[in-house]
């Protein structure tokens, strides 16, 4: 059946595409561009932009399609006269080794709450300890925050990810001196001499006082 272009009122532009058999249509994002969209029937190019326009309204429409790691060169750039200098070596070392090469060619856009969590989650497995993978989340932060304040992102999906809380349980192994000193007791001891033993040197270690053994 032939179909011709058509524009309702309150649809924004909506045409037919004879050459490939599809709707499309375009809103301005009032920035000096367009956002385009397709669909197999004028209702689902109608819906798409109703949906542009209500997020629009939201301020939930992002006005860049550049990458998160383009995005961090020019805010490196812009923040260095700001910061200490520790602090901009600290944010260039962390975005250099660790935030880049994992996000970088993520769409600044497109950049969700469980792509940073997802990151987080790596690089513990990876090694970083959670008080290093907190100050990668700092950094994220504060680069989407200046992102958000100069208009470039609607939100910051930092706000939403969790890292690891700095205070995290982590496995601690017995020093040379305390696995002989557990297996000296667990030979000739007591019985439970072994668990006492490893207990003490746990938090002689910790300088914790061990309980007396009379």
Not at 110 to 134: C, E, H, I, M, N
Not at 145 to 168: F, K, L, W, Y
Request: hydrophobic share 35%; glycine share 10%.
């Amino acid at each position: 059946m032939a179909k011709r272009k058509a524009r309702g009122q309150g649809e924004g532009s909506i045409w037919y595409d004879e050459k490939r058999d599809i709707w499309r249509g375009a809103v301005s994002l009032g920035n000096g561009k367009r956002r385009q969209v397709q669909g197999t029937t004028k209702r689902e190019v109608n819906e798409k932009l109703t949906q542009i326009k209500y997020d629009l309204q939201r301020g939930m429409v992002a006005l860049t399609d550049e990458t998160f790691g383009g995005y961090l060169a020019d805010w490196l750039i812009g923040v260095e006269h700001t910061v200490r200098p520790t602090t901009y070596q600290r944010y260039a070392r962390d975005c250099r080794l660790h935030i880049v090469p994992e996000l970088g060619e993520r769409p600044l856009a497109k950049l969700a709450p469980r792509d940073l969590q997802a990151f987080y989650t790596a690089k513990l497995k990876g090694g970083l300890s959670p008080r290093s993978v907190g100050h990668l989340h700092r950094v994220i932060h504060k680069a989407l925050a200046d992102a958000m304040r100069q208009e470039i992102i609607p939100r910051n999906v930092a706000d939403v990810a969790r890292p690891p809380h700095a205070d995290s349980p982590q496995t601690r192994f017995l020093r040379a001196d305390e696995a002989r000193a557990l297996l000296r007791a667990a030979r000739g001891g007591p019985p439970g001499g072994a668990i006492r033993a490893g207990t003490h040197h746990r938090r002689a270690a910790r300088g914790t006082p061990s309980a007396s053994m009379g």
